[in-house]
């Protein structure tokens, strides 16, 4: 199987192709020598190779840096995907699109609500969750005319080599700087109280690979260990693998509205028996040993 990754140097594009490759399959790995918003580029690519797959990750990934950046955002994520499918269906029209949007579309649920599956209504918020509802949702278009598109709607997901912008990554690089001597024993945080359902980026990747399978049919399918964990609880933990117990200061740059988003994978469950796998502390471990190693190579 021939499969094409967008966005392959990013965070799940490092531990996308090398499964892929271990998989057997052969990868053409593609990042910013690639612009995805050129139709014309994406299609001479595509029409080159004649992908089995495209597994379609570039994306500006940050709520945050999407309220500075919006129109960044919107070209990537929404411009971006177009063309993918645009290219696609004209020139690999019998090719697998993998689309990974995002659960943040699904905006927050009330405090007891039922997890989100994939009828909940479509909420987004910011900037980066519209444009992935748009991209979603104009997928969606591309599958009603007959491409082979599968819509996937990962929850929280964190491992080895995330950046620091996203909420665990931030807490353990400080908590690793920390306990290394080199940082003031002050953590940084914006809302403690949201609710989150976190994944390992291990079990996330075997749930991508799941869906290279013909027997799971094109759809939507939310990626979700279906547990919520309040942010604070988290953050505890890491403090307590650390053994550290540093003073936590809100930083009003990084303060949202407390939110709520656990979501249900049924559906993938029943398409190929995907089941989240590892235990959350054992991410939380992985996340600050990879921090530490990082802070000792740097």
């Known amino acids: 199987m021939h499969v094409l990754v967008t966005g392959a140097s990013g965070f799940v594009g ?30 001479r690519r595509i029409a080159q190779l004649s992908p089995d797959v495209v597994f379609h990750l570039a994306a500006q990934s940050s709520p945050a840096l999407s309220i500075r950046e919006p129109e960044l955002t919107y070209r990537v ?13 004209r020139s690999a029209p019998s090719a697998r699109v993998i689309f990974v949007s995002s659960a943040d579309l699904y905006g927050s649920a009330e405090p007891g609500a039922a997890p989100f599956d994939e009828s909940s ?23 009603e005319r007959g491409l082979d598109v599968v819509r996937v709607r990962p929850f929280n997901h964190t491992g080895p080599g995330q950046s620091d912008v996203f909420v ?5 690089r400080q908590i690793a700087s920390i306990a290394a001597g080199i940082s003031e024993p002050v953590l940084r945080v ?14 996330v990747m075997n749930a991508y690979l799941e869906l290279l399978a013909p027997t799971v049919t094109p759809g939507v399918y939310n990626v979700a260990r279906g547990v919520g964990v309040r942010i604070g609880d988290a953050l505890d ?15 009003p740059d990084f303060f949202r509205p407390t939110d709520i988003a656990v979501g249900r994978a049924a559906r993938l469950e029943r398409a190929c028996g995907w089941t989240a796998q590892v235990p959350f502390r054992r991410t939380l471990e992985r996340l600050l040993t990879d921090w530490r190693t ?5």
């Not at 411009?79 to 645009?86: N, S």
């Not at 209504?121 to 599958?143: E, I, Q, V, W």
């Not at 665990?168 to 353990?172: E, I, Q």
């Open 14 to 43: 490092s531990h996308l192709v090398p499964r892929l490759e271990a998989a057997g399959c052969r990868v053409t790995p593609t990042d910013r020598e690639l612009d995805v918003t050129d139709l014309d580029a994406v299609e």
């Open 77 to 89: 994520n929404f411009v971006g995907t177009r063309a993918v499918l645009e290219a696609t269906r």
């Open 121 to 143: 209504p479509l909420r987004p918020r910011s900037p980066y969750s519209r444009s992935k509802a748009a991209a979603d949702l104009l997928a969606g278009t591309f599958a």
């Open 168 to 172: 665990l990554s931030s807490f353990a």
């Open 190 to 203: 914006g809302n403690l109280d949201s609710v989150r359902d976190f994944l390992d980026i291990d079990d």
């Open 237 to 251: 933990e890491l403090c307590s693998l650390a053994g550290i117990s540093p003073r936590v200061e809100v930083e």
């Open 294 to 298: 990082r802070i000792d190579g740097a």
